[in-house]
Antibody
Framework: EVQLVESGGGLVQPGRSLRLSCAAS????????MHWVRQAPGKGLEWVSG????????GYADSVKGRFTISRDNAKNSLYLQMNSLRAEDTALYYC???????????????WGQGTLVTVSS | DIQMTQSPSSVSASVGDRVTITCRAS??????LAWYQQKPGKAPKLLIY???SLQSGVPSRFSGSGSGTDFTLTISSLQPEDFATYYC?????????FGQGTKVEIK
């Protein structure tokens, strides 16, 4: 059974940093691209960042480019999102999601975690 | 970036009704279009990928069609468990943009 478990969310002041993690199990992690998608309270879905199976291709939404860094450790079956210079508008539930296709990094996403909440407030 | 526009933003329907949601891409995306269902407090669930392929385990009352810029999600006979918000997503290029969502409500 595929499982994605996010952690690392919490309350943080504007301008500070936070690192999210996603522990994956139940599939061959290093065959699939992985993504972060967020959802602000009461709002729609926003793709944040994605990383190919071998970390050779990485993409970011314009809203986080230059502030967020995605990475993965295939030996640990883990995905990460380093979030710097956080802003109030980054407040959201952050989901980790698995790409449907092997060796492609553009989605769609067939498995999602339950999300970790990031609140940016002073 | 490719913009995805869904319509309507909400629809009121009764059990047994046929419901159609449309999604338009700002530029051609071939068949790289997916549909998701999201219920309150839950993660999104993949329903349709490649515009018309039904994800494993999804009831056959859900269907998708379209290519290029115009796409449709159809629920042939609405069931109580189908009341939710539906999103389209383009999977053609970075960033993989979502539509703004369509809320299907009970009439």
């Amino acid at each position: 059974e595929v499982q994605l478990v996010e952690s690392g969310g919490g309350l943080v002041q504007p301008g500070r940093s936070l690192r999210l993690s996603c522990a994956a199990s139940g599939f061959t992690f290093d065959d699939y691209a992985m993504h972060w998608v967020r959802q602000a309270p009461g709002k729609g879905l926003e793709w944040v960042s994605g990383i190919s199976w071998n970390s050779g291709s990485i993409g970011y939404a314009d809203s986080v480019k230059g502030r967020f860094t995605i990475s993965r450790d295939n030996a640990k079956n883990s995905l990460y999102l380093q979030m710097n210079s956080l802003r109030a508008e980054d407040t959201a539930l952050y989901y980790c999601a698995k790409d449907l296709y092997e060796f492609r990094e553009l989605g769609p996403f067939d498995y999602w975690g339950q999300g970790t909440l990031v609140t940016v407030s002073s | 970036d490719i913009q995805m526009t869904q319509s309507p933003s909400s629809v009121s329907a009764s059990v047994g009704d046929r419901v159609t949601i449309t999604c338009r891409a700002s530029q051609g995306i071939s068949s790289w279009l997916a549909w998701y269902q999201q219920k309150p407090g839950k993660a999104p669930k993949l329903l349709i990928y490649a515009a018309s392929s039904l994800q494993s385990g999804v009831p056959s009352r859900f269907s998708g069609s379209g290519s290029g810029t115009d796409f449709t999600l159809t629920i042939s006979s609405l069931q109580p468990e189908d009341f939710a918000t539906y999103y389209c997503q383009q999977a053609n290029s970075f960033p993989q943009t979502f539509g703004q969502g369509t809320k299907v409500e009970i009439k």
